[in-house]
């Protein structure tokens, strides 16, 4: 089973909420991480976990705020968001760790969009 | 970041034809991950190489690690059209902690 769950699917938000997204894996993968994908354009990497620690953040803006509860479970934390935030976030994970043989498989995804 | 050069970028095929598409980059990886996306969808792994010259087959997709290195071929033979999407496919290189993905190939089939 090489399932990653995404939750919510779709999810609307004002430029003053807060959100969270929701990723989780059970295959025993020791890398996740936050993609954001604009329609028609290939995923572009947000963060990095591995072994549960933070390894990489591509100098993404404070309002999205990753965390790692254990090693199943992933969040986005969402707070005062624009408009061009808007995109299809997506959670994948690497049963490898980096530095290994890299496989990654994605969750569905959740659909965001910011009023 | 570094995007590869996928080619074509779009193919507008009929039902039965064989597609072909590659990738290719100025520098080598370790892996080659092909992946395809339905709308609205995340990335589902089709097939995943990590030898050159491996050639490997996933049902009617057949993908192949260049020799240099430096570039992969996806071939899908009898397309049906639950193969419409949009393919991409993504290099990795021992060490790095990231992929690095294609632009995308949208297939498309005429009735």
């Known amino acids: 089973d090489t399932e990653v769950t995404q939750t919510p699917k779709h999810l609307v938000m004002g430029m003053t909420n807060k959100k969270s997204l929701k990723c989780e894996q059970h295959?025993?993968?020791?890398?996740m991480y936050w993609y954001k994908q604009k329609a028609k354009k290939p995923p572009e990497l947000m963060f990095v976990y591995s072994y549960e620690k933070l390894s990489i953040n591509e100098s993404v803006p404070s309002r999205f705020s990753p965390e790692c509860p254990n090693s199943s479970l992933l969040n986005l934390h969402l707070h005062a968001l624009q408009p061009e935030d808007s995109a299809l976030y997506l959670c994948a994970s690497s049963p490898w760790g980096v530095g290994g043989k890299e496989t990654q498989y994605f969750g569905p995804g959740t659909r965001l969009l910011v009023l | 970041g570094q995007q590869l050069n996928q080619s074509p970028q779009s193919m507008f095929i009929q039902e039965g034809e064989d597609v072909s598409m590659n990738c290719t980059s100025s520098?080598?990886?370790?892996?080659w991950l092909w992946y395809k996306q339905d709308p609205g969808e995340g990335p589902v792994l089709l097939i995943a190489l990590y030898k050159a010259g491996e050639l490997t087959s996933n049902g009617r997709l057949t993908a192949q690690f260049g020799i240099t290195r430096k570039d992969s071929f996806l071939n899908i033979s009898a397309s049906i059209p639950s193969d419409v999407g949009i393919y991409f496919c993504?290099?990795?290189?021992?060490?790095?902690?990231?992929?690095?993905f294609g632009t995308g190939t949208r297939l498309t089939i005429i009735p």
């Open positions: 993504a290099g990795h290189y021992f060490g790095n902690e990231k992929l690095t």
């Open positions: 520098s080598i990886f370790n892996t």
């Open positions: 295959m025993g993968h020791r890398a």
